[in-house]
């Protein structure tokens, strides 16, 4: 990445923006921008920039990059697991493109359900929803994709939430209940909180295993490594947050906790709501977006991830969901030699809650507990366990973005507007929302802003 060769003694280049000691600044490159966090929205609008020719530095706060996207390795086996995000989808064509273009192998990670309800286990393909339910339900998917994409029909399911919506519709208490167990598990809270617009294209505009189908090899990390490369390493400042942003007629000021400040054309902001709302933005943001910034919740969800001695469970497309505290389980090592496995439990809402209060060894309790109904006795098996619990992490407190009824056509509309020479990205405006596709189609989609602005 070029550097801007006017730079002597008066400031010191870092990652194409300067750092400038308290004194006026001079002329300015007039394709620089600041991006503020290095998750995986941040890092492809860095490429993307690259690419057009423009410097981009990024900033973040945490010691590490990658954001949400947060894997785990067993060392001394090898072994990985996701403590963050965990799927890339067959529909998620961004994420698969750049995955060969770094030479990035997808695995299958398709998984078959079983089920624990009611303390009763059965294996994939012994249950189902009623037959009745199954028609009716394929019906409503069908008729929310024959309405136009911008229909005030299609528009009236944010007016409900997703738990009404199929109650409305007529679902049974049995169904209802199993829905609630599955759906949940998709948006991290119950699907009371979830609107039925979000709630039904999720599924209706999904690929047949809801977007759960592929795993980058070695670790989702690995995308994370890839663009962090090719954006450049100097390019990227870590264990920094983000004070006040500022702008003027032609240029955005960042400064940041340490005293460093840096000057850009424009500025993409990729951080939780959480994050944003702690950062003095002058001028201020508008009071709507202040109250959509305030109005949208993130998602409590606990990853527990147990490495066995052996793989009991015999089947290496496992997943599971139960009405326990563990909530619902998948084979991490799915494709990953070995004789030992990694089981994780993945909780939402209040179960994760729960579970976050407890020990490791009360966790891990915990989930064996749960699965002996269908394995027996498993503890035995147990060796050790990691788990995150997003709900209280120090950047986002929560997981992913939850749209409520009366959110996802106003709020994340909102949320989406720039602010003078301010964008905004993250998985919670993008259309593919939740999803690390969504987040770079966010990011790649501020640059796009950009470019359109300077044209």
Known sequence: MKRREFIKTTGTAVAGAIIFPNISFPKRNPKNVVIIGAGISGLAAAYKLKQNGMNATIIEARNRIGGRIFTHTFNQENLTCELGAEWVGASHTRLIELCKEFGLELLNHQFETHLILDNQYKKAGEWDFTPEWNTKYQALLNQFNALPPESEAKKQYDKLDWWRFLVNAGIS?????????????????????????????????????????????????????????????????LKTSIEKVEQRNDSVTVYCANG????????????????????????????????????????????????????????????????????????????????????????????????????????????????????????????????????????????????????????????????????????????????????????????????????
């Open 260 to 455: 460093n400040r840096y000057e850009a054309d424009n500025v993409i902001c990729t951080v939780p709501t959480y994050s944003l709302l702690k950062i003095n933005w002058q001028p201020k943001l508008s009071n709507d977006y202040f109250d959509a910034l305030n109005e949208l919740q993130y998602s409590r969800i606990i990853k527990i991830s147990v490495l066995f001695s052996e793989r009991f469970w015999k089947n290496e497309s496992l997943d599971m969901i139960t009405d326990t505290l563990p909530h619902y389980f998948f084979h991490s090592t799915k494709n990953q030699d070995g004789k030992k496995g990694i089981l994780t439990s993945y909780a939402t809402g209040d179960r994760a809650y729960i579970l976050s209060k407890m020990k490791n060894e009360e966790k891990i309790r915990e989930v064996c507990k749960t699965l002996k109904s269908a394995f027996g006795d498993v503890e035995k098996y147990a060796e050790r366990a990691v788990n995150y619990y997003w709900g209280s992490d120090d950047f986002t407190k929560g997981a992913y973005a939850i749209y409520n009824k009366h959110q996802w056509l106003n709020v994340r509309e909102t949320l989406n507007k720039n602010h003078g020479r301010v964008y905004f990205a993250g998985e919670h405006l993008a259309d593919w929302q939740g999803f690390m596709e969504g987040a770079i189609n966010s990011g790649e989609d501020a640059v796009e802003k950009i470019l359109i602005s300077l044209k």
């Open 173 to 237: 208490e049995k169904d209802l209940e199993i829905r609630e167990l599955l759906d949940s598990t998709d948006f991290g809270e119950s699907i009371r909180q979830v609107s039925a617009y979000a709630g039904i294209s999720e599924y209706a505009e999904s690929s047949e295993k809801n977007e759960m189908d592929y795993h980058i090899k070695e670790g989702n990390n690995q995308i994370i490594f890839k663009l962090a490369e090719a954006v450049g390493s100097d390019n990227i400042i």
